[in-house]
C-alpha cells in the first residue's frame, strides 16, 4: 500500500511533464500543416536525379 503513495504522484507528475511538452508543441506550430508533409512525398520533383559520370572507368 505505501507503494502507490510513490507512484501515485510520479505518474501525476509525468502526466503533467506530457501535457506541458503538448501545449509548448501546439504553441510553437508543431501541428499546424499535417497534410503538407503527406501532401509532398507524392508530388514529383521538377529536377531529375544527377547521373554519375561513367566514362572514367
Partial sequence: MT????LVPIALGLGLVGLA??????RNGQYD????AAERILLEDDKPLRKQ???SR
Fill in 33 to 36: 500543416d499535417l497534410d503538407g
Fill in 21 to 26: 511538452a503538448f501545449m509548448w508543441a501546439m
Fill in 53 to 55: 559520370d561513367t566514362s
Fill in 3 to 6: 507503494d502507490f503513495l510513490y
